[in-house]
């Protein structure tokens, strides 16, 4: 989705949030918390044209938002990333919450000494 | 030691149990592993199959502010194939902290608690120990971390008790919108158990205990030992609540006593509500 930006809110909690004006709609922009954005320095002046790619959805309140995974500011070239290719939030950083991560499913990696010695489980492994 | 346990589990509990941003949920799985080396053998060595099942609790940050709090706790247990000595139930507490310094750094820092009972009670053991992590984001898709564990088991028998210390790396890639690979490599030095074979008594060194083990039917002597291992794990997302896992490592174990080679793996399916 292609269009240019307005009316940046950086919420003390919640996700950091835009308008983004298309030739066609108007959409409400999710991306992540405000230290996120900060530590990325991203700037976004109302104006600033922007592409973003995400999941579009119809609020219960009418609107149009799109959960941002992805977002390019082509006038400077930067690209702003959300969530990874599976929908993980990047600024929870550990992969905990990843794709198939289980909790009972550690890697066997570093298995000798005892009984579980290479048998996986919570304490074992790398995730 | 009460002192210790105190700051490293019942301290972060207090903690975690006040913290209410965070995400929360149940998970059950089955997995099925296989390991050629179960008796940790320098010749060669008792292959096994076993099957795993789990349920467990974790509590992960919202991610909203920089540090959060975690918490997992998992009840597993586990029916071997054909050595059911191995049998065994486990229970595993594990509070953390995670700080994120920057949005493409994540420090973890997790002491982990674990009571387990084998049907071969002499491998009964109380474990506890901690692990320091750091993860890079590279690209949107693509991770490293590395790792370093420190883990002391006590074992009802000596000669299956052991602390070691691990260093590890890994690199991820988010392939698809439900695919994960990861490739790992990992360095150990500590204790373990070891079969040798034949009576080992002759050559034992200093630090060195032995017991007969019934469980493996032959001596067992405890040792210190490198082991580099390597590692290939994939994750794939079935459905929104459905997942499945499957890995292979092999590890190359070296001590006095001579070098153990071990290939293992596992296919696991699991449910989170």
């Given at each position: 989705m292609q269009g240019t930006a307005t009316g940046l809110i950086r919420p003390e909690s919640g996700p950091v949030r835009f308008h983004l004006h298309s030739d066609r709609d108007e959409y409400t922009v999710l991306t992540g918390p405000a230290w996120y954005w900060s530590d990325l320095s991203i700037e976004l002046p109302d104006g600033t044209p922007v592409r973003v790619q995400g999941s579009k959805s119809l609020g219960r309140d009418g609107n149009l938002y799109i959960i941002a995974q992805e977002m390019e500011t082509p006038r400077t070239r930067r690209f702003f990333f959300f969530r990874d290719e599976g929908g993980f939030p990047l600024w929870k950083g550990s992969g905990a919450g990843r794709t198939g991560h289980g909790i009972g499913m550690g890697s066997p990696m570093g298995g000798h000494g005892g009984t579980g010695g290479g048998h996986g489980g919570g304490t074992r492994g790398h995730r | 030691m009460k002192k210790t346990i105190f700051l490293a589990f019942v301290f972060p509990m207090i903690l975690l149990f006040g913290y209410a941003a965070a995400h929360a949920g149940w998970e059950a799985g089955t997995v099925v592993r296989f390991d050629t080396n179960v008796n940790r053998s320098i010749d060669g060595g008792k292959s096994d199959g076993f099957l795993v099942g789990h349920l467990g609790f974790a509590r992960t940050p919202t991610g909203e502010r920089r540090w959060g709090v975690t918490m997992s706790a998992t009840l597993e247990g586990a029916a071997y194939a054909k050595i059911s000595d191995l049998d065994y139930v486990a229970v595993t507490g594990s509070p953390g902290i995670v700080f994120v310094p920057h949005a493409l750094w994540t420090v973890a820092v997790t002491p982990f608690l674990q009571a387990k009972g084998v049907r071969d009670a002499d491998q009964s053991a109380?474990?506890?120990?901690?692990?320091?992590?750091?993860?890079?984001?590279?690209?949107?898709?693509?991770?490293?971390?590395?790792?370093?564990?420190?883990?002391?088991?006590?074992?009802?028998?000596?000669?299956?008790?052991?602390?070691?210390?691990?260093?590890?790396?890994?690199?991820?890639?988010?392939?698809?919108?439900?695919?994960?690979?990861?490739?790992?490599?990992?360095?150990?030095?500590?204790?373990?158990?070891?079969?040798?074979?034949?009576?080992?008594?002759s050559t034992l060194g200093p630090g060195m205990h032995q017991h007969f083990s019934s469980a493996f039917g032959t001596d067992v002597v405890r040792e210190e030992v490198d082991s580099h291992a390597v590692s290939v794990s994939v994750s794939k997302e079935w459905a929104r609540d459905l997942f499945s896992r499957a890995g292979?490592?092999?590890?190359?174990?070296?001590?006095?006593?001579?070098?153990?080679?071990?290939?293992?793996?596992?296919?696991g399916l699991g449910y989170r509500f």
């Amino acid at each position: 989705m292609q269009g240019t930006a307005t009316g940046l809110i950086r919420p003390e909690s919640g996700p950091v949030r835009f308008h983004l004006h298309s030739d066609r709609d108007e959409y409400t922009v999710l991306t992540g918390p405000a230290w996120y954005w900060s530590d990325l320095s991203i700037e976004l002046p109302d104006g600033t044209p922007v592409r973003v790619q995400g999941s579009k959805s119809l609020g219960r309140d009418g609107n149009l938002y799109i959960i941002a995974q992805e977002m390019e500011t082509p006038r400077t070239r930067r690209f702003f990333f959300f969530r990874d290719e599976g929908g993980f939030p990047l600024w929870k950083g550990s992969g905990a919450g990843r794709t198939g991560h289980g909790i009972g499913m550690g890697s066997p990696m570093g298995g000798h000494g005892g009984t579980g010695g290479g048998h996986g489980g919570g304490t074992r492994g790398h995730r | 030691m009460k002192k210790t346990i105190f700051l490293a589990f019942v301290f972060p509990m207090i903690l975690l149990f006040g913290y209410a941003a965070a995400h929360a949920g149940w998970e059950a799985g089955t997995v099925v592993r296989f390991d050629t080396n179960v008796n940790r053998s320098i010749d060669g060595g008792k292959s096994d199959g076993f099957l795993v099942g789990h349920l467990g609790f974790a509590r992960t940050p919202t991610g909203e502010r920089r540090w959060g709090v975690t918490m997992s706790a998992t009840l597993e247990g586990a029916a071997y194939a054909k050595i059911s000595d191995l049998d065994y139930v486990a229970v595993t507490g594990s509070p953390g902290i995670v700080f994120v310094p920057h949005a493409l750094w994540t420090v973890a820092v997790t002491p982990f608690l674990q009571a387990k009972g084998v049907r071969d009670a002499d491998q009964s053991a109380i474990a506890f120990g901690g692990r320091v992590s750091i993860e890079e984001r590279i690209w949107r898709n693509l991770y490293l971390g590395q790792y370093y564990v420190y883990t002391d088991s006590g074992a009802n028998i000596d000669t299956f008790s052991f602390s070691e210390h691990s260093l590890g790396a890994y690199a991820g890639l988010v392939a698809t919108r439900a695919l994960t690979v990861e490739l790992g490599y990992e360095f150990t030095r500590g204790d373990s158990f070891r079969v040798v074979g034949t009576s080992a008594s002759s050559t034992l060194g200093p630090g060195m205990h032995q017991h007969f083990s019934s469980a493996f039917g032959t001596d067992v002597v405890r040792e210190e030992v490198d082991s580099h291992a390597v590692s290939v794990s994939v994750s794939k997302e079935w459905a929104r609540d459905l997942f499945s896992r499957a890995g292979y490592t092999f590890t190359n174990m070296n001590g006095d006593l001579g070098t153990s080679t071990i290939h293992a793996g596992y296919f696991g399916l699991g449910y989170r509500f």
